[in-house]
């Protein structure tokens, strides 16, 4: 669990570090340019209210208060003297807004002006012949509440610190949400241990992506309670064939020390030689499953037939027939131990006659060894195939098989790229077929 909370910790983190800095880069941005966008525009309408009042007193003077111009109510003209000749009702009686006046030759004076009751923008544009001489319009616009307080910034950053809160919380709960299945699968792992493998981890129903990760998991715990246990029974079955030919062994020794009859020495060579085989195959198959890199070269597969069947001594006669020009790339001896162990199983089991053949199929090269022996149902063509197994009909005729034969040829044809199968046919078929140079 500790792993898991710090995930859903460092994503928290993450998400309000991001999305904080954002939201108050933001906030900061708005609160430094929404007053003076917002000051422009009031002084942009007090302007135009002020330009419009001039014109109206070019040629007479107001004869009462100066009506509102664009909602802007408040309203003066000031003479050159500074007096106060014109207002609007809400200025009736009261001083200039102002003293500012325009200057340097300008037209237009642009001020701020802030009183008990709040602050105004105001803006005078002069004229200098009027109803009441040279004068000066001022139209003043009140500052909305958010400006002349620090209530928006306050404001602003609150709701950013509320935002981001919202977002922290948003994301504990949504990330926490997310890896509540994988902390499932995380405690449905830690209960299954060594001994029992039969576990599964439970699938969430959400079929996305932490849903296929719980398949996952499964298919590979199911692969590796059967990995395991093949791996005993391969320890148990080899230990049962090592015991056999060492115990002929130490029996024979024992006997040819006290007698030192040459039969006995002999006897005791078959066991050791039988011993020396079986290790030898354990080697072997202990290499291939490593994934030891095989040596790579260009094969002729049909001259390598050819060559194996004639050094090799039969107890049945063997037929040929092989296609010329059948090209292999990989190891020779590894492919001669594939047919050795192949012929070695049907001279074994066939009655009469072994038949090979090599050809060439699309982009596959093809050997298949056939003999004529009883055959096997299709039920158990698979299992002939694992470690030290041999059918109930084959142990009274076995002399000397270990049940490596077949599994080491399988696997050393699937190192190769291929596979090796049985095949339907009235003769036992073993086929292997490989990628064709």
């Not at 003293?99 to 105001?122: L, Q, T, Y």
């Not at 307080?149 to 981001?164: D, I, K």
């Not at 129903?205 to 791996?231: G, Y």
């Not at 599994?407 to 046919?425: F, K, N, Q």
């Amino acid at each position: 669990m500790v792993h898991g909370r710090s995930i859903r910790a460092r994503v928290t983190i993450a998400t309000v570090v991001s999305f904080g800095l954002l939201i108050l880069g933001g906030v900061t941005v708005i609160s430094a340019t929404y007053p003076v966008q917002a000051r422009a525009d009031l002084m942009e309408q007090a302007a135009k209210a002020s330009r419009r009042v001039t014109m109206m007193i070019d040629d007479q003077p107001f004869p009462g208060h100066i009506p509102p111009q664009d909602s802007v109510g408040l309203l003066q003209v000031v003479d050159a003297e500074g007096r106060v000749v014109a207002a609007s009702a809400a200025l009736a009686g009261q001083p200039p807004l102002t003293s500012a006046r325009p200057s340097g030759g300008d037209s237009r004076v642009n001020g701020r002006v802030c009183r008990p009751e709040g602050c105004v923008v105001v803006v005078g544009t002069s004229n200098r012949s009027t109803a009441y001489g040279p004068a000066v319009a001022y139209a003043a616009v009140r500052e909305p509440f958010l400006l002349r307080s620090s209530f928006l910034p306050a404001m602003l950053y609150g709701s950013a610190a509320a935002l981001v809160a919202l977002l922290g919380w948003a994301a504990w709960y949504g990330v926490g949400h997310v890896l509540a299945p994988v902390e499932r699968i995380r405690r449905g792992l830690e209960r299954i241990s060594a001994e029992d493998l039969s576990r599964r981890v439970e699938v969430p129903p959400s079929e996305d992506e932490v849903a296929e990760l719980a398949v996952t998991v499964n298919d590979t715990l199911s692969r590796l309670e059967d990995a395991v246990e093949r791996h005993r029974r391969f320890v148990s079955d080899a230990s049962h064939e090592l015991r056999t030919p060492i115990a002929g062994l130490m029996v024979r020794l024992e006997a040819g020390l006290e007698e030192r009859t040459e039969a006995d020495w002999l006897a005791a060579m078959v066991d050791a030689q039988r011993l020396a085989d079986i290790v030898g195959d354990l080697l072997l198959m202990a290499r291939l499953d490593a994934g030891t890199e095989i040596g790579r070269e260009r094969i002729d597969l049909g001259r390598l037939v050819e060559e194996e069947v004639a050094r090799r001594p039969a107890r049945l006669p063997v037929t040929l027939r092989v296609e010329p020009g059948v090209f292999v790339e990989g190891s020779r001896l590894r492919l001669a131990r594939v047919l050795t162990n192949l012929l070695s199983n049907a001279d074994r089991y066939g009655d009469s006659a072994v038949r090979v053949s090599v050809r060439g199929s699309g982009d596959e090269a093809v050997l298949e060894v056939a003999d004529d022996g009883p055959g096997i149902p299709e039920e158990l063509r698979e299992r002939v195939f694992e470690r030290f197994t041999r059918l109930d009909r084959t142990r009274s005729r076995d002399t000397g098989g270990s049940g490596l034969g077949l599994p080491i040829a399988r696997d050393i044809a699937r190192a190769h790229g291929g596979d090796l199968r049985i095949e339907d046919g009235p003769e036992t078929r073993l086929v292997m077929r490989l990628p064709r140079e």
